[in-house]
Each structure stands twice: as C-alpha cells, then as structure tokens.
C-alpha cells in the first residue's frame, strides 16, 4: 500500500465493502481508504479518546460512507456516547444510540441530525 503513506504507523479497525478504516495515534488520526482505487481520505481528528470505531459504507445506496465512534459506555438502557463523520460533510457529529434493554447486544440510532 505504497500510495499510503501512513500504512506502517497505522492500524486497520474496520472495514467495509472494500473499504478500509484506519488509525494512527500519532497523530491521532482516522483515514478511510480504498486500496482498489488508490484513494484516501484523512478525518479530522477526534477530540475525545475512542474505544470502539465502525466503518459503514453502501456502494449501492451511496458513494458516501460514515465513521461511527464510540467515546462511552454507560450501563444498559441508557445512552451511548458516540460520534459520526459523514463524508458528504466532512465532520464530526454527536450521535445518540440507546444500548437495548433486551438483554440483545443491537443498539439502535435515536437521534441524530
């Protein structure tokens, strides 16, 4: 993966339909990329240390894709930290999910803009 510089100081976490998530530490730093096109893309650093980091990406129904992290866990039926990038916007965004009470490890969105 010469044509990404950071691939030796980073760490793949996901990936999702030939889609790769990556992370440097440091700098912090998220990059998708998508070694069948050669393309990359840098996020913009995290503000908040993250414990969990999931790519999501549907050719079929969009060319974007979304990052969701997750800065928090709280106890079940409660509320998630977690934020969202958007590739059509470029940022970072507080999204909400409630951990199900079902005893199901599903979580599912509850607010969002």
């Known amino acids: 993966m010469d044509f990404f510089p950071r691939h030796d100081a980073s760490t793949i976490i996901d990936g ?7 992370y440097a530490s440091r700098p912090a730093a998220f990059h998708v990329v998508n070694p069948t096109t050669r393309r990359r893309a840098a996020l913009l650093a995290p503000r908040a240390r993250t414990l969990l980091s ?3 990406f549907d050719p ?3 060319p974007r ?3 969701l992290r997750f800065t928090g866990w709280l106890p079940r039926d409660a509320i998630i930290e977690a934020f969202e990038f958007d590739s059509k916007r470029g940022a970072w965004r507080p999204a909400a ?3 199900s009470g ?4 599903r979580t599912r969105r509850t607010s969002g803009h």
Request: with cysteine; net charge positive; glycine share 4%.
């Open 16 to 22: 999702c339909n030939d889609l790769l998530l990556y």
């Open 97 to 99: 999910a409630r951990a």
């Open 60 to 62: 079929c129904a969009s």
């Open 102 to 105: 079902s005893g199901s490890s």
């Open 65 to 67: 894709y979304k990052v």
């Open 54 to 56: 999931v790519l999501s």
